[in-house]
């Protein structure tokens, strides 16, 4: 199953500020909704751990995630996939984009992922719904991070 998203927020921070809190994984890992563990890898990416709950199933996802076209302060591509056992499995990305707007910084993100497995078989409307709400709670704790 195929699911995309975007959305933007904005922030009152400076645009190099905002850039250094995305590759931050101290930051990153206090923000991922369930994330239990997120260390750098010698290949610029980092390896995660997060425990999810999607409707009735409940899953821990151990993955990569990777980082490219870095554009310093202006956005990169990140991309991940994750295994979750007999819940099953979710791979994707995300391009995102930093820009100047009232003073602050204006963050865009374009998701695209792919589901399979027991998750999959829960409903496109499920799967939406809680995907929104992960992104919305990163976001929340993204801003209170980077606004202090």
Do not use: H
């Amino acid at each position: 199953m195929a699911m995309t998203m975007n959305g933007e927020v904005q922030l009152a921070a400076p645009r190099e500020a905002v850039w250094e809190k995305l590759n931050d994984p101290a930051v990153l890992k206090a923000c991922i909704p369930g994330c239990e563990e997120l260390e750098k890898t010698e290949d610029g990416g980092f390896r995660a751990t997060a425990k999810m709950k999607v409707g009735p199933v409940s899953a821990r996802f151990k993955g990569k995630v990777m980082l490219s076209d870095l554009d310093p302060p202006n956005g990169y591509k990140i991309s991940g996939e994750g295994e979750g056992g007999v819940a099953g499995f979710a791979k994707g990305g995300a391009a995102v984009k930093l820009a100047e707007k009232d003073g602050g910084t204006l963050l865009s993100y374009d998701v695209e992922a792919q589901i399979g497995g027991k998750l999959a078989q829960l409903g496109q409307r499920l799967i939406n719904g809680t995907a929104k709400k992960l992104a919305d709670e990163f976001f929340a704790n993204f801003v209170k991070a980077v606004q202090g």
